[in-house]
């Protein structure tokens, strides 16, 4: 059984940090589609960042680009998203999701794709 667990999540003022972790259990593959996904209130899901285990290829929605930082600790089997300079729009909950069938990502962040294994999630409160 696959679990993720999210944490690090909280409340932080604009232009401020946090660092989510998401430390996986149970993994019956070595190569996985790992993921970051947000969802705000009222809006559909989106994905923020990938990495393809395999090879370390990672990918990142526009809107993050340059502020956000995945990254993983095979070591640890944890997951993480470094975030910098946070907006206000920022603010959802924040999911990581597993999946061991999609050969690097697909090359970026999959749309309409639902991954294999999620974690129950951490809010990020961001203020201006």
């Known amino acids: 059984q696959v679990q993720l667990v999210e944490s690090g999540g909280g409340s932080v003022q604009a232009g401020g940090s946090l660092r989510l972790s998401c430390a996986t259990y149970?993994?019956?593959?070595?190569?996985?589609?790992m993921g970051w996904f947000r969802q705000a209130p009222g809006k559909e899901r989106e994905g923020v960042a990938t990495?393809?285990?395999?090879?370390?290829?990672?990918y990142y929605a526009d809107s993050v680009k340059g502020r956000f930082t995945i990254s993983q600790d095979n070591a640890k089997n944890t997951l993480y998203l470094q975030m910098n300079s946070l907006k206000p729009e920022d603010t959802a909950m924040y999911y990581c999701a597993a999946d061991p069938r999609v050969f690097d990502c697909g090359g970026g962040i999959l749309t309409g794709y639902e991954y294999r294994y999620w974690g129950q999630g951490t809010q990020v409160t961001v203020s201006s």
């Open positions: 990495i393809y285990t395999g090879g370390g290829s990672t």
């Open positions: 149970g993994y019956t593959y070595s190569i996985y589609c």
